[in-house]
């Protein structure tokens, strides 16, 4: 059993960049791929990004591509995204999940976390 939880969630001003940790706990983190997805207000829960186990492989959602960046650090059993150029619409409730993959379906990660909320002003 794996515990995630996500933080660095807060209001920032568009154009800005933000970097969300998710640290994992209670299970061998390592071996899981690890994923993010946000989930906007009166939105459906969206893929972000994943990451491999061994952190060597990464896939995105297109509309993300070039401004968030997934990368890990399984000795500290974290998992982080950084977010550049952060736009209005990039406001939701971040998650990481944990699972075999990666792959872009949310029903194919065994952990989430809580969820982070990340807030983008004009």
């Known amino acids: 059993q794996v515990q995630l939880v996500e933080s660095g969630g807060r209001l920032v001003q568009a154009g800005g960049s933000l970097r969300l940790s998710c640290a994992g706990s209670?299970?061998?983190?390592?071996?899981?791929?690890m994923a993010w997805f946000r989930q906007a207000p009166g939105k459906e829960r969206e893929f972000v990004g994943a990451?491999?186990?061994?952190?060597?492989?990464?896939i995105y959602e297109d509309s993300v591509k070039g401004r968030f960046t997934i990368s890990r650090d399984n000795a500290k059993n974290t998992v982080y995204l950084q977010i550049n150029r952060l736009r209005p619409e990039d406001t939701a409730v971040y998650y990481c999940?944990?699972?075999?993959?990666?792959?872009?379906?949310?029903?194919?990660?065994?952990?989430w976390g809580q969820g982070t909320r990340v807030t983008v002003s004009s």
């Open positions: 999940a944990a699972g075999g993959g990666p792959y872009r379906t949310g029903s194919s990660y065994d952990y």
């Open positions: 209670g299970g061998t983190f390592s071996r899981y791929a």
């Open positions: 990451i491999t186990w061994t952190g060597g492989s990464t």
